[in-house]
């Protein structure tokens, strides 16, 4: 499985909103919980949605819900994450990443796949 992440919009304020989305290629893609991770500038990766693999349930982490949202289409093989009243803490980089045990608050370390990651910057 493989993962890359295109990004809808470019610099963004604060307040506004993106769109990401990680097209995975593969036959298996159904077969992986699928998630968006984030890592900012000396900080450590850190779990930011997830979705199990029929697409039934979400998990979210503190500081986004409400205000993101994570979705998966198994007949394209896409997990589009939909970004709203982005704020300039949510600047980083976001991967999206595959795993076939964690959807929930997942450590990088439980994802057996990831894409390269693509660049969000939130000015204020």
């Known amino acids: 499985l493989m993962c890359s992440c295109r990004r809808w919009g470019g610099l963004v304020q604060a307040g506004g909103s993106l769109r990401l989305s990680c097209a995975a290629s593969?036959?298996?893609?159904?077969?992986?919980?699928m998630a968006w991770f984030r890592q900012a500038p000396g900080k450590e990766r850190e779990f930011v949605a997830g979705?199990?693999?029929?697409?039934?349930?979400?998990y979210y982490t503190d500081s986004v819900k409400g205000r993101f949202t994570i979705s998966r289409d198994n007949a394209k093989n896409t997990v589009p994450l939909q970004m709203n009243s982005l704020k300039s803490e949510d600047t980083a980089v976001y991967y999206c990443?595959?795993?076939?045990?964690?959807?929930?608050?997942?450590?990088?370390?439980?994802?057996?796949?990831w894409g390269k990651g693509t660049q969000v910057t939130v000015s204020s």
């Open positions: 593969g036959r298996a893609f159904s077969s992986y919980d």
């Open positions: 990443a595959a795993s076939r045990v964690c959807y929930r608050g997942c450590s990088p370390v439980s994802m057996d796949y």
């Open positions: 979705i199990n693999r029929s697409g039934g349930s979400t």
